[in-house]
């Protein structure tokens, strides 16, 4: 007869639970015999409900069924009948069990092999099986619906909830079926843990479990939910705190979206979808593409310190949550939002006792050894009654321990503190923080005074070598940067990060900095009090454009380069927006001439032209060679947006302004990137008139480094003129260049583009190996778009020369990574090569390759690249 085809086959796994662990506890002999009567059992079971035997591994059984409820009744047999056995090993032998209903289609197989299945299904089956425990029968939603009103006498259906299985990025509702006399155990399901930012807990979050349970109550009952109350409250604590206990209610994610630096509300959605790595597209703004991702996604978002940006700001949580059925929202805000859904939660002051506890564990934070007396208690409590119970404020009296006693940091509160310095319309709890900051900056010695008030232009962090020419340009702080900066973060007025904490790479040792923002609105403040604001954040600008020209000039080589951007994200937009604020659009135009492709490698390019935006038109005064690098910004941005037009209008200004120069190596940068617009519109001759005309002029300044990229440039007209061989001859002797200047990048693009050409030529296993070569050098270095490219190239060769299965989910997950990441799909748009998309479509025709594209897109991207690299070559 067969094994059952259509769309309603049952799929059976199992396998012994610890069997490596048992064979050695028994020995091979025994194990051997355990592992037979294991095996005669659930073949019997199979067998006698009219199951088939697919095929079994080791202890592992691979079954398929006609009929659910026959499946079922296998799979309790089965169980009942292994934990009625005596066996020889301790604690007896657990089977686990994983059951699908699905569609069953055959893998064509030679007529010497036996039968067997291909699918999603199947693979599903098996991956929910090997989420069980032993004992356990795991089923999934569909065959527990079908199952749920056929269920023999002692045996019922145990919701397990959502669950993410490995290889299935959406969650699905799995279930078990509990036995009565089989071994099943309330075991949790070995499921994928949800995604998640939230940062771990450094210090006790002391005296709010109250106040989580009720904000965990509420959060199931509304989408959004709003702490607010003064600075220093502690709502961002308790809104993590609220993220983890509920995280496990999130499979897709629970996330944290700090606002704190961000002042321009179109921003909110680009830093939540940075923070979610959803990325805009030439097709999707960065908003349309974060509410795309969210919409059918069971989500929590924590949105930090957004009383900045509102009123703006509430239209936009609200579209989100519109738009975004499942997603639930924890938001901190000085004030409510006022829209629909919401509800508001003021965030109380501690309780005395939870104050005093606070208080001990900080202190004893700074001095391990400390010893309290009845007297220093007693301070410590009347310290507390003195704060409000606010929890900032109380753990900047406790970094005092170091210097002085519970005693004397009571006596100096009640000297230093003003109660009545706030206006009469704030809580008092608000005037009471005020003074507390206050107290602690006047407990500084002037030196820490000077450097705390003018580290506050920071707007996201700094080292202590950016540090220097801002805070301590001519060395008139009275004491030693490095010193002041540990003295301040002893005192708890700024932190310090590590690079993991602030984007970097884990790997280097930079130490930074930060400071709270409300220590850094304060200290603001007092630095525009003493008149040194201006010329301070004049400096801070001045060393941020620096830095981003220092970066970029390196930023297409260096991943290092890009990663230090990652951590000056909101410096660089401070400093952008200095530009603006006084007129010095040529600040602004040098950062963003400078680090554009930072943009565009971060999948950030409609952020990026807004900037040139509202600075290119007022840059007529600015230096030629500043508005020529921003407008090669524009074009190289308009570019990847695949606005073509736009991005010739600002190569072409480009051009005439390098002309002007008679800079030689302006005019041939110029001519170098009108070449690819050329190529874009299939016009080998003008591409290889502007890159001869490039090469040429780098040749003549000497830059041997420029001059390799133009003539990799011309093999691009060769290819488009479909002279293959020789586009071939002229790239081998390129890519011997690019080895010996030692850049990887250079080397990982050149083999991409041999493997269109060897593609071209009909060769398609020379063609896989370069695209392996070119794609294992763009995976490590973690380059999203060169690996989007080499994709590409795979699909293709998988479509017309391989496993073209594999090909059509290869390409979905190429094209997926083309609309997630802004990028630009270089083999199709550039090469003119087929697209993967459409050819998966004419090989599986419209439904069929829709189904196999989705199964692609849905895979993780690193793991695509695994399966590739690990495929053999087609022929």
């Known amino acids: 007869m067969g094994l059952p085809t259509g769309p309603n086959v049952t799929f059976l796994f199992t396998d012994i639970e610890g069997s490596t662990r048992l064979e050695r506890s028994v020995g091979p002999a025994a194990w051997a015999d355990v592992v037979a009567r294991h095996d005669a059992l659930l073949r019997s079971a199979i067998e006698d409900h009219g199951g088939d035997v697919v095929k079994t591994e080791g202890d592992a059984f691979f079954a398929a069924f006609g009929s659910p409820t026959d499946a079922a009744a296998a799979a309790i047999s089965a169980q009942r009948s292994v934990a009625g056995e005596a066996w020889p090993v301790d604690g007896g032998l657990r089977v686990r069990m994983g059951m699908h209903v699905g569609e069953g289609r055959l893998r064509h197989a030679n007529p010497d092999e036996p039968e067997d299945y291909v699918g999603i299904d199947v693979n599903y089956a098996a991956r929910i099986a090997a989420a069980g425990n032993g004992g356990q029968i795991v089923v999934s939603n569909r065959l ?32 078990r079926l509990v036995v009565t006399g089989a071994a099943d155990d309330a075991r949790p399901l070995r499921t994928i843990e949800a995604p998640s930012n939230l ?25 959004i939910v709003t702490l607010t109350g003064p600075g220093g409250s502690g709502k961002t604590r308790l809104a993590l705190g609220v993220a983890r206990a509920a995280r496990d209610r999130f499979p897709h994610g629970a996330w944290f979206v700090d606002l704190a630096a961000v002042r321009e509300p179109s921003l909110i959605e680009t830093v939540i979808a940075t923070t979610l790595g959803v990325r805009e597209s030439p097709e999707r703004a960065i908003g349309a593409a974060l509410r795309a991702h969210l919409h059918d996604r069971i989500t929590l978002l924590v949105l930090d310190n957004l009383e900045q940006l509102l009123p703006d700001a509430a239209g936009i949580v609200s579209d989100l949550a519109r738009a975004a059925p499942e997603l639930r929202l924890v938001v901190t805000s000085r004030e409510l939002l006022r829209i629909g859904g919401e509800r508001g939660y003021p965030v109380p002051p501690l309780e005395a006792a939870a104050g005093i506890a606070l208080f001990e564990d900080r202190a004893r934070a700074h001095r391990p050894d400390l010893v309290l007396s009845d007297e220093a208690r007693s301070a410590i409590v009347a310290i507390c009654e003195r704060l409000g119970g606010l929890p900032l404020a109380i753990e900047l009296a406790a970094a005092r321990i170091r210097l002085l006693s519970p005693s004397q940091i009571l006596e100096r509160l009640g000297h230093s503190l003003d109660l009545g310095g706030g206006g009469r319309d704030v809580p008092e709890r608000q005037r009471t923080l005020r ?31 950016t540090a220097r020419p801002v805070a301590d340009p001519d060395d008139d702080l009275g004491v030693d940067l490095d010193e002041g ?30 400071m709270h923002p409300l220590l850094r609105e304060y200290a603001l403040e007092r630095l525009g009090e003493c008149g040194e ?41 401070a400093a952008i927006d200095w530009s603006l604020e006084h007129d010095d659009p040529a600040l602004g135009l040098r950062i963003m001439g400078s680090v554009w492709r930072w943009f565009q490698r971060r999948a950030r390019i409609r952020e990026g032209r807004t900037h040139l935006a509202l600075l290119l038109p007022r840059s007529e005064a600015a230096d030629i060679r500043v508005r020529i690098s921003a407008f090669a910004a524009e074009g190289g941005l308009a570019y990847w947006m695949e606005d073509f037009a736009a ?14 120069t008679g800079d030689t190596v302006l005019l041939a940068d110029a001519h170098y990137d009108l070449g690819f617009l050329s190529m874009v519109g299939e016009d080998a001759a003008n591409l290889r008139l502007h890159e001869q005309t490039a090469l040429d002029l780098y040749t003549t300044a000497g830059r041997a480094d420029a001059a390799m990229r133009a003539r990799q440039a011309l093999v691009l007209g060769v290819f488009l003129a479909g002279d293959y061989a020789d586009a071939l001859e002229l790239e081998l002797v390129n890519v011997a260049a690019f080895r010996q200047s030692g850049s990887q990048w250079l080397v990982a693009d050149s083999m991409t583009l041999q493997s269109a050409i060897h593609f071209r030529l009909g060769d398609p296993a020379t063609s896989w190996q370069r695209m392996t070569e070119g794609l294992g050098l763009f995976a490590a270095n973690a380059d999203s778009s060169g690996m989007a490219r080499a994709l590409g190239m795979a699909a293709l060769l998988l479509l017309l020369h391989g496993d073209p299965e594999f090909g059509a989910r290869v390409a979905g997950a190429t094209l997926e990574a083309v609309r997630e990441l802004g990028l630009m799909l270089a083999p199709v748009k550039v090469l003119h090569l087929p697209d993967p998309g459409a050819l998966a479509a004419e090989r599986f025709g419209p439904e069929l390759a829709a189904e196999l594209l989705a199964v692609g897109a849905a895979a993780p991207l690193p793991q695509v690249v695994a399966e590739v690299l690990a495929a053999p070559a087609p022929r």
Not at 206 to 217: F, N, P, S, T
Not at 438 to 464: I, K, M, Q, Y
Not at 497 to 508: K, L, N, Q, R
């Open 485 to 514: 900066l540990l003295s301040l973060a002893d005192k708890s007025l700024i932190r310090i990060e590590s690079p993991a904490v602030t984007g970097g790479d884990s790997s280097t040792d930079e130490v930074r900095f930060g």
């Open 199 to 223: 940062p771990g807990e450094v210090t006790a979050l002391v005296g709010r479990e109250r106040d989580i349970d009720l904000l965990r109550v509420m959060l199931a009952e509304n989408r």
């Open 533 to 573: 604001r201006p010329a301070v954040e004049a400096r801070h600008a001045a060393v941020v454009a620096t830095i981003a020209e220092t970066a970029g000039r390196s930023i297409f080589k260096d991943e290092t380069n890009l990663r230090l951007l990652d951590r000056e994200d909101h410096n660089l937009r």
């Open 144 to 175: 527990a619906e079908v199952l749920s009103s056929r269920l023999p006498e002692g045996v019922r259906l145990s919701d397990e909830g959502l669950r993410v299985v490995k290889d299935f990025e959406d969650p699905a509702r799995l279930h």
């Open 647 to 660: 991005a010739r209008n600002a190569y072409e200004r480009r051009l005439e302004l390098a002309l002007a």
């Open 435 to 465: 003074g507390a900051i206050a107290w602690s900056h006047d407990l500084l010695p002037e030196s820490d005074r000077r450097l705390f008030r003018r580290l506050a232009v920071f707007a996201g962090g700094w080292s202590p070598e």
